[in-house]
């Protein structure tokens, strides 16, 4: 949920702002031009997230490139992701999101109700999924943070507007700041150590092997 509301006329200033402040980061100004170049898809007077079928479609292939599973029907019904299978009655970039949870997840809870970080916004039956819950805190936040920008490029990869995840996802909240950009870098640079991201920003299909005990302890290193 977007915590700061943006008119769709103020989107091109603030990207080009936050641009400014990534000049002296080559890697995290390459991820983000290539978020960036989606404001031209972006269909509508509104920054609401894409519903586009085509991009559902997309999204739905992009899953199960992956060898993910997917369930018809709302998460509602459910879980979002029940240690199979995703839940398709999503937006694109929720779905695509679920990937980036995938990827970044230790193996030892892919198999685990929405991967063991407790019911996410759009699961149905909370409870079993908040049992199950073995990271949270500032671990499962930064976690969160890895999968959210993880998702976007795939966004980005499907010339989906995954500008507008960006920002409903808060990472420009209250706007073009030095708190947003150490945030962004971080992540980035998370992600780029452990393979996540080329070269040239764009996602990889590496999935993690280290347990939390590794990764998630190191990123707090």
């Known amino acids: 949920m977007i915590l700061t509301p943006i008119a769709l006329s103020d989107v091109p200033p603030l990207v080009a702002a936050f641009d400014t402040l990534l000049t002296d980061t080559a890697l995290a100004r390459r991820v983000f031009a290539r978020i960036a170049e989606t404001c031209a898809f972006i269909v509508g007077e509104t920054i609401d997230l894409s519903t586009d079928p085509d991009h559902h479609r997309e999204a739905v292939d ?3 490139a992956f060898g993910l599973g997917v369930i018809e029907g709302p998460p509602s019904a459910g879980f979002t992701w029940d240690g199979r299978a995703v839940r398709a009655e999503l937006e694109p970039s929720v779905l695509v999101h679920e990937i980036g949870h995938w990827q970044v997840c230790a193996p030892e809870r892919r ?3 929405d991967f063991g970080l407790g019911a996410g916004p759009e ?3 909370k409870a079993p999924a908040d049992a199950v819950a073995t990271v949270t805190g500032v671990l499962g936040d930064l976690e969160e943070a890895l999968a959210s920008l993880l998702g976007i490029l795939w966004e980005a990869e499907l010339d989906q507007p995954a500008i507008l995840a960006f ?3 808060n990472w420009l909240a209250g706007g073009a700041t030095e708190g947003n950009r150490a945030h962004f870098v ?3 640079n998370h992600l780029s150590a452990y393979g996540f991201l080329t070269e040239e920003g764009r996602p990889t299909r590496q999935a993690r092997t280290e347990s939390d005990s ?3 302890e190191s990123l707090l290193a």
Do not use: A, D, M, Y
Request: glycine share 6%; proline share 0%.
């Open 123 to 125: 699961t149905g039956i």
């Open 167 to 169: 920002l409903e996802q």
């Open 62 to 64: 992009l899953v199960r």
């Open 186 to 188: 971080k992540i980035v």
């Open 214 to 216: 590794v990764f998630l």
């Open 111 to 113: 198999s685990v109700i």
